[in-house]
């Protein structure tokens, strides 16, 4: 008897567990191409060594907010009312040296907005993004609009440090980039929700069958004893 209830029960663990991870389908994602876009911003630079000379391992560039200042607000393909802007942490992942210099791994953080053609249709969100010169930028996930978001980004032009303080900040640097971004239609609250486990239908006994009782077979009609019925008339 043990064994023949143990596969019920590991169907019935497989139904709650698929129900507890089952999400509803995804629509197909929708990707946008933008122009190269130019952003400026300022950056500090955190020496966490207190070496007080060429960056080593660990020293940290950290850009609070870059904000576009060309290739915006309108491009071509009908995008309209772009607003973009990002903040980052650059870490240094090897002491520099002069003719050595590496680019270093950097963390960004966008903030991004744009409408389609008459503005009818518009989106905004965040979404993430990493990686080191110059190799294209990873965008590895997004919120809110931009749900789901993957993508590159190329930044089309070297980066200019702008003006570089005494301190190693950072005044008036840019970076011109270009994006490829790829995210998930669910606004209007029709993210995932969270499955509710099944329920299996409670087994009911089938109902007996009264078997019908035949019908009782019809006695004969006995003859008539009338002598009149069984002998010929006296002629």
């Known amino acids: 008897m043990k064994f023949q209830i143990l596969p019920f ?24 191409t933008l122009d190269p876009i130019m952003m400026q911003g300022d950056a500090e630079y955190v020496d966490t060594d207190n070496s007080n000379g060429l960056p080593t391992t660990g020293d940290l560039t950290i850009g609070e907010i870059y904000t576009a200042v060309s290739g915006v607000p309108n491009q071509s393909g ?10 980052s942490v650059c870490a240094v992942t090897k002491d520099q040296f002069p003719g050595a210099f590496s680019s270093p791994s950097c963390q960004y953080e966008f903030g991004f907005k744009f409408c389609r ?9 965040t979404f993430s993004a990493h990686g080191s010169g110059p190799d294209k930028i990873r965008i590895t996930g ?5 749900f789901g978001a993957f993508g590159q980004i190329t930044t089309t032009q070297d980066f200019n440090t702008g003006t ?72």
């Open 9 to 32: 029960v590991a169907y019935a663990l497989t139904g709650v567990n698929a129900a507890m991870y089952n999400t509803p389908i995804l629509p197909s994602p929708i990707c946008v």
């Open 78 to 87: 009908g995008i309209r009312n772009i607003s973009l802007d990002f903040k």
């Open 117 to 125: 053609r008459n503005n009818s249709n518009c989106r905004e969100g």
């Open 142 to 146: 997004g919120a809110d609009g931009f």
């Open 164 to 235: 570089v303080e005494a301190n190693g900040d950072l005044t008036g640097s840019t970076v011109e980039m270009k994006i490829e971004i790829c995210y998930y239609d669910v606004l209007n609250d029709s993210a995932p929700t969270i499955p509710t486990v099944p329920t299996f239908p409670t087994p009911t006994a089938p109902a007996p069958t009264i078997p019908t009782v035949p019908t009782r077979p019809t006695r004969p009609t006995r003859p008539n004893n009338n002598v009149a019925d069984v002998l010929p008339p006296l002629v």
